[in-house]
């Protein structure tokens, strides 16, 4: 498996093979459109993906057919080598804990994102 890439893979039940139904990223970089160890990916309400692309120091954002949405967080909010992400619907708080062990948590309000306040 690429690791950088976020793909979704289809099991064919009648030739018990994988088969890679759609991706998002490319080659390791820094560009938009690349991924550079994407650790870990959460998925709002929507079905919605949020991903931890740690090599890059950003969150995205992609639709349900792996479309990037948006850059949802990065070092401007504090991001720094995010490591893990959890969404949390009914509150509509991702926290996103990094390589070093902190965690800091976001408000995620209609696309929007703003740090939470202690």
């Not at 064919?12 to 970089?29: I, N």
């Not at 070092?75 to 062990?101: D, H, M």
């Amino acid at each position: 498996m690429d690791v950088d890439r976020v793909s979704e893979l289809i099991l064919d039940p009648v030739l018990s093979c994988l088969y890679v139904a759609r991706c998002y990223g490319s080659t390791t970089g820094r560009l938009q459109q690349h991924l550079h160890w994407p650790r870990h990916l959460t998925v709002d309400e929507r079905g919605w993906l949020f991903v931890a692309d740690c090599g890059n120091d950003r969150v995205l954002l992609l639709d349900e057919k792996l479309r990037l949405r948006r850059v949802m967080l990065s070092e401007l909010e504090g991001v720094k080598q995010p490591w893990r992400l959890c969404f949390i619907a009914e509150t509509g708080i991702l926290a996103v804990g990094s390589v070093t062990g902190s965690v800091a948590l976001f408000l995620v309000v209609g696309g929007k994102t703003s740090k939470k306040k202690k």
